[in-house]
Every structure is written in structure tokens, then in C-alpha cells.
Nanobody
Framework: QVRLVERGGGLVQPGGSLSLSCTAS????????MGWYRQAPGKERELVAI???????NYDDSVKGRFTVSRDDSRFTVYLQMGDLQIEDTGVYFC???????????????WGQGALVTVRS
């Protein structure tokens, strides 16, 4: 069975940096879009950034210029480099993968377990 395993996150002061990674475990052949969503306390889950299989990226306006999403298809891993973090960036960050072809199965989408990012003075 394929899972998305996240690493990273933690506590940082405003203006600081953190990074996240998310790797698809198991026998993976291909993944379409990969990306990151976040859910702040008491709020809906929202898109942060995505990177397509072709390498195109899209960011929420709130993180443009501060966050960078990238992927390594040889490792089926997506990364999120977060800079100039602000208190409003606090939340649980979930990685997401579209159309995962793994072994004999095809998954429409997969979600990671979530990584907590806390920005606090």
C-alpha cells in the first residue's frame, strides 16, 4: 500500500524558515500533481502550493515570494521551503498527490499525515 510520509515542520519565530518533505512510500510508478495544503486552527484546509508533473508551480497569494515548492520524481518526493514565516502561517501542513500509479493500483489522490508548523514569538 502506498502512503505519503511527511517530515519536517516544528516551531519557529516570525521571520524564520522551515522546510517540509513528503515521500510516497511503496512501489510507485508515477504521480501527477503534488502539493501542499494547510489547515489553521478553526479554519478550512486551503491550498498552499502545487507543482505539476511538468514542473509548473502555483502558489496561494499569501505565500508567493516566501515559499518554494519543488519535487524530485526520482524519489517521488515533494518539498516545501518556507521562508519569512509569519504567525498566520501556523497550521497543520498536509501533502497531497494526484493520480498515483503504484503497483497494480491507481489512486485518485493521497494525503499525508500532516506536519505541524507553529510560528510564535
Amino acid at each position: 500500500q502506498v502512503r505519503l510520509v511527511e517530515r519536517g515542520g516544528g516551531l519557529v519565530q516570525p521571520g524564520g524558515s522551515l522546510s517540509l518533505s513528503c515521500t510516497a512510500s511503496g512501489t510507485v510508478f508515477s504521480i501527477d500533481d503534488m502539493g501542499w495544503y494547510r489547515q489553521a486552527p478553526g479554519k478550512e484546509r486551503e491550498l498552499v502550493a502545487i507543482v505539476t508533473s511538468g514542473g509548473a508551480t502555483n502558489y496561494d497569494d499569501s505565500v508567493k515570494g516566501r515559499f518554494t515548492v519543488s519535487r524530485d520524481d526520482s524519489r517521488f518526493t515533494v518539498y516545501l521551503q518556507m521562508g519569512d514565516l509569519q504567525i498566520e502561517d501556523t497550521g497543520v501542513y498536509f501533502c497531497h498527490a494526484d493520480k498515483v500509479h503504484a503497483g497494480s493500483r491507481r489512486y485518485l489522490e493521497l494525503w499525508g499525515q500532516g506536519a505541524l508548523v507553529t510560528v510564535r514569538s
